[in-house]
């Protein structure tokens, strides 16, 4: 009788990277709709009038329309499932994305703004879910904090892109806006192949569909879990992520992704001025400038994955936030000196860099920490808590960089981070190679169940 393997334990194969590339259709959207308005405002202002109020709206409607995308988005999917949700929010998206072509009033954009980033907010726990649930427990941080990548190269396109639009000319901001439904749509039809999570169909009692899908995956041999999630239920409720130990988990999880994401799109203000000094200001070589210090920003992920599966999530979560902290202090403390261009620019880079890894927990921990009945739900409201707080760090920001200077604002940001190191030195988990089952019960330990989850499949 040859053994019987789960799927957490089958080793990284071509239907890995194929959901992978699914999932990180998110992160990838979510970076190119925010980045595209910024080079679309500075075109169209002068067509529709914009007021500057009206100009801010703008620019925040889709982090605010994040905040209500991902509490609906999360639960949705939990209540009907990852693939059909999938499909909707990308037909929504693609939609929305042509419609902003043809508006004629800025309202009409605030409105459509608002619309897609409910879109992208309800796209990130659905993502989440699905390559977590379909993941092998030792490459799942790797996966899931690579996802993280795809928000800086969206970034980064949005600025080639609105680059190189930018000659078509007064009308060029319609094109820009109009550009993102390339993707989506390209996503949509991709999505279309997927297949729904085991996890997900046997926490609904669907178990015979869950085995089905599996055994089509992976082969007869391998089952979805040698263990049971007995917290598992029919019936998702949003509250389960206050109840029977989770509170503590997603206030961590709340906490720790809202001050990491404050500063980063807040400090995103400071790029012009720092391409002022390369000669990129005053002109369109601010956006190509802002493409490139993104992608360089990447440099931080490639060895925060391997420092993640090696070392763990904990320890790779606070130094980051450590180092993070201690580059922002110092540019507070040079921001009045005349210190060379050089070693400001490379205090901007190792914050980046490590900003950059420390983005990649905001994926692992949510997906991690809660049940299957509750994973989507509790991915989309830390997403959500995150994008309302950096909508509000990035209306705010200005009024702060006018009142205070930009030293204080660096210590400010500096000590935000430094919060957050505290916060994962004393309330973050370790889930370096446990099952989703164990990780997901790590407050509660004698809930798991060494049975099998869904039946007790043998092999001959």
């Not at 403390?333 to 005349?338: G, H, K, L, R, T």
Request: hydrophobic fraction near 50%.
């Amino acid at each position: 009788m040859s053994k019987v393997r789960t799927m957490e334990e089958m080793p990284l194969s071509r239907f890995h990277y194929k959901m992978f590339a699914y999932a990180s259709g998110s992160a990838f959207l979510d970076g190119y709709i925010i980045g595209i308005v910024a080079v679309a405002l500075s075109v169209m202002h002068s067509q529709l009038n914009l007021s500057v109020t009206m100009m801010g709206l703008i620019g925040t409607a889709t982090l605010a329309g994040m905040f209500v995308g991902g509490m609906l988005g999360g639960y949705l999917t939990d209540l009907v499932g990852r693939k059909k949700m999938f499909i909707i929010d990308m037909l929504v998206m693609a939609i929305v994305s042509i419609l902003q072509f043809y508006v004629n009033d800025p309202m009409q954009l605030v409105i459509l703004r608002f619309i897609l980033g409910i879109a992208v907010g309800a796209d990130y726990p659905i993502a989440g879910a699905l390559m977590t649930e379909f993941a092998p427990t030792k490459n799942r941080g790797a996966l899931l904090g690579g996802l993280n990548a795809l928000w800086y190269i969206g970034y980064a396109g949005s600025y080639l892109a609105g680059y190189c639009m930018l000659s078509i000319g007064d009308t060029s901001w319609r094109w820009m806006l109009l550009s993102s439904a390339v993707p989506v749509i390209i996503m949509l039809i991709s999505r279309l192949n997927m297949p729904e999570s085991p996890r997900w169909l046997a926490s609904k009692g669907r178990e015979e569909e869950a085995n089905a899908i599996v055994e089509k995956i992976f082969g007869e041999k391998v089952i979805m879990s040698a263990e049971k999630e007995t917290e598992t239920e029919e019936k998702t409720s949003f509250l389960d992520m206050f109840r029977n130990g989770y509170g503590k988990l997603t206030i961590f999880v709340s906490v720790f992704y809202a001050i990491q994401v404050i500063p980063t799109f807040a400090i995103g203000t400071y790029i012009p001025e720092i391409f002022s000094q390369f000669g990129f200001a005053n002109g369109s070589r601010e956006y190509l400038g802002s493409a490139i210090i993104n992608i360089i920003y990447l440099v931080g992920l490639i060895p925060a994955l391997y420092f993640i599966e090696k070392y763990g999530r904990k320890p790779t979560l606070y130094w980051a936030f450590l180092a993070c902290s201690i580059s922002l202090f110092a540019l507070g403390a040079i921001s009045e000196s005349n210190a060379p261009f050089v070693f400001i620019l490379a205090l901007f880079v190792i914050y980046g860099s490590f900003n950059t890894g420390m983005g990649a927990h905001t994926w692992i921990y949510p997906n991690e920490l809660f049940p299957t009945h509750i994973r989507g739900t509790a991915m989309g409201f830390t997403t959500g808590m995150a994008r309302i707080a950096s909508s509000i760090s990035t209306f705010l920001f200005p009024a702060i960089m006018a009142s205070y200077g930009l030293a204080i604002t660096m210590y400010i940001c500096g000590a935000l981070l430094f919060i957050g190191f505290l916060v994962t030195i004393f309330m973050a988990p370790e889930t370096k190679n446990m099952s989703l089952t164990q990780a997901s019960s790590i407050n509660k330990p004698n809930n798991i169940e060494q049975d099998s989850f869904v039946s007790n499949k043998t092999a001959n």
